[in-house]
């Protein structure tokens, strides 16, 4: 059976809207271009853009904490930096984040928006090719259509695949069969990707992606179900390159 590339995503500010993509640019040993480039802090996190480091992702909003930020509908131009932040069509704040002191009024929105109170004044946090990911390798991740499928079937409701807030979503393969790569190389296109290891699920796939309402217990589901809380899988690219939607998967031939 062939496998695909579906769909391709970032999530140029940590915990808040993925942007779909076309083709997306690859380079080796990083995340996708802008896939979480920014960061809102929640309290004081002692991040040092001149010296960036892995913290952990409590210090930012971020779903697992504030799920509600899953109705706010955020655009990026990674050209012009332009950004702007709507709730159900309607456009409640504009910014640039390539010019931080411009985003006061769109980071108040969002701070606003949270239903717990924040642990300080919301601050904007970037560092040049640096990704606020939750894993301290900073990786793509990807994940399995078949395997939220499944998923969905064995809890009888609907799964939004964008729960995972996944880089690549791939079509084609059997359920479950993307574990099977942790520690081998697949192909996507023309770039190779090393399969780091599965990605363990928290709280934040119970936000729900369109409400911002906690309405599955995602983690549960999975361990009820499979006996883990794994869904998806963390690549590292190994060379430089572009993907485009329809590219075919490659799979190591012991696979």
């Keep these: 059976m062939t496998i695909t590339l579906a769909s391709i995503y970032r999530y140029p500010i940590k915990g808040f809207t993925g942007q779909k993509l076309e083709k997306a640019a690859i380079t080796k040993g990083k995340p996708l271009a802008w896939d979480r ?140 069969q993307e574990h099977d790569w942790v520690d081998k190389i697949i192909e996507v296109g023309a770039v190779s990707f090393q399969v780091r290891k599965r990605t363990k699920r928290c709280a934040a796939t119970n936000a729900n992606p369109t409400t911002g309402e906690r309405d599955r217990n995602i983690p549960k589901a999975l361990m009820d179900h499979y006996g883990h809380t794994d869904c998806g899988i963390h690549l590292m690219p190994l060379g430089d390159g572009a993907l485009t939607i329809g590219d075919r998967i490659t799979l190591p031939q012991n696979t």
């Design 37 to 176: 480039a920014f960061a809102i802090e929640n309290g004081d996190s002692g991040f040092d853009p001149a010296a960036p480091a892995h913290l952990p992702k409590i210090h930012f909003l971020m779903l697992m904490k504030q799920p509600e930020l899953a109705n706010l509908i955020t655009q990026f131009d990674d050209v012009t930096g332009a950004f702007s932040v709507q709730q159900h069509g309607t456009l409640l704040a504009e910014g640039n984040l390539f010019a931080p002191d411009s985003m006061q009024a769109a980071l108040q929105v969002m701070a606003g928006h949270c239903k717990k109170p924040m642990r300080g004044s919301p601050r904007l946090l970037h560092a040049s090719e640096f990704a606020f990911t939750d894993s301290r390798t900073q990786d793509l991740s990807l994940i399995n259509l078949a395997s939220v499928s499944d998923l969905e079937a064995k809890i009888g409701n609907d799964i939004d695949p964008m729960r995972f807030r996944g880089n690549l979503y791939i079509e084609g393969a059997a359920p479950w």
